[in-house]
């Protein structure tokens, strides 16, 4: 069955750069694009960035544009979100993502904490 499995979330300063990381299992990882999500407490769930099944295109929400850095590695059927200059805001988990006809598939979450 399809699984994600998310890692690298942590307590980080404001400034600071967390690296998340997303395994994937159960399907064929290059035939599919690939999203983070993040939900901050008492919020709705947001769409950080998408990357294609080639990694040949990416998108971010503009709030993170210029700091976030969604990739991929199909021969290790990881997805990756590098996060730099983090503020208090990023505060949030963090879902991997991905979608196959009209079902949906996420991780359990990495918790991400950005405070002094």
């Known amino acids: 069955q399809v699984q994600l499995v998310e890692s690298g979330g942590g307590l980080v300063q404001p400034g600071g750069s967390l690296r998340l990381s997303c395994a994937a299992s159960g399907f064929t990882f290059s035939r599919y694009a690939m999203r983070w999500y993040r939900q901050a407490p008492g919020k709705e769930r947001e769409l950080v960035a998408t990357?294609?099944?080639?990694?040949?295109?990416?998108s971010y929400t503009d709030s993170v544009k210029g700091r976030f850095t969604i990739s991929r590695v199909n021969d290790k059927n990881t997805v990756l979100l590098q996060m730099n200059s983090l503020k208090p805001e990023d505060t949030a988990v963090y879902y991997c993502h991905t979608w196959m006809g009209l079902k949906d598939y996420w991780g359990q979450g990495t918790q991400v904490t950005v405070s002094s």
């Open positions: 990357i294609t099944n080639t990694g040949g295109s990416t």
